[in-house]
């Protein structure tokens, strides 16, 4: 079975630093999906990447999926308190709707 | 567009009762709905999926006799957790899709079992 595995587990900055979140998966990814939750709240849809190579950004936030398509990473530019959160990828299935999630990364910025 | 709600957002109940969980698409129709898991500073686990009109499927390790899923319309998904343990305890969330397109997340429901 496909697993994802994210790095580092938790992160602290300072409030204006860069940072990267890294998402490693077992298996080739048809579907790489990024989200962020809030504690104890759902999921906010970030992104999703599918081709190799592909990067797309949003605001301060953009991702990345390596050639390969094994790897994604997420960087966050100019980080502020309300980036704050956990980030997880999720990886799509070639033939079903199922989404598989990574062991997530806990964010926290500081003023 | 593409709200997902979910009701209760918290409950508490005592050991060996049952708790139900709605799992509601508000603006569209979900061919698809999703069950996961969530115990504290880990990450989601898909429970089961299901299809309107059909059984549910369950991932392994998941007893469908326990965590009873019902698809009755394709607006509304229930979870039904029977005779709850406190091992039971967690946060539990439900997204949606359409037709395999990108799945939409409930705000999550916290289950706590004394």
């Known amino acids: 079975s496909q697993e994802l595995e994210q790095s580092p587990q938790s992160l602290i900055v300072q409030e204006g630093k860069n940072l990267t979140i890294n998402c490693t998966s077992s298996?080739?990814?048809?579907?790489l999906y990024w989200y962020k939750q809030k504690y104890g709240e759902g999921l906010i849809f970030l992104m999703m990447?599918?081709?190799?190579?592909e990067e797309k950004s949003h605001e301060k936030i953009t991702a990345k999926l390596d050639e390969k398509k094994q790897q994604s990473s997420l960087h966050i530019t100019a980080s502020q308190p309300s980036h704050a959160g956990i980030y997880l990828c999720?990886?799509?299935?070639?033939?079903?709707?199922?989404?598989?999630f990574g062991t997530g990364t806990r964010l926290q910025v500081f003023p | 567009g593409a709200v997902v709600s979910q009701h209760p957002s918290w409950v508490i109940c005592k050991s060996g009762t049952s708790v139900k969980i709605e799992c509601r698409s508000l603006?569209?129709?979900?061919?698809?709905m999703f069950w996961y898991r969530q115990f504290p500073k880990q990450s989601l686990m898909l429970m089961a999926t299901?299809?309107?009109?059909?059984?549910?499927?369950?991932e392994q390790g998941v007893e469908k006799d326990k965590f009873l899923i019902n698809h009755a319309s394709l607006t509304l998904s229930t979870l039904t957790v029977t005779s709850a343990h406190p091992e039971d305890s967690s946060f539990y969330i439900c997204?949606?899709?359409?037709?395999?397109?990108?799945?939409?997340f409930g705000p999550g429901t916290r289950l706590t079992v004394l």
């Open positions: 997204s949606a899709s359409l037709a395999g397109d990108e799945q939409f």
């Open positions: 298996k080739t990814l048809y579907g």
């Open positions: 990447l599918q081709k190799g190579g």
């Open positions: 999720g990886a799509g299935s070639y033939n079903t709707d199922k989404l598989i």
């Open positions: 603006d569209f129709q979900a061919t698809t």
């Open positions: 299901s299809n309107e009109g059909s059984k549910a499927t369950y």
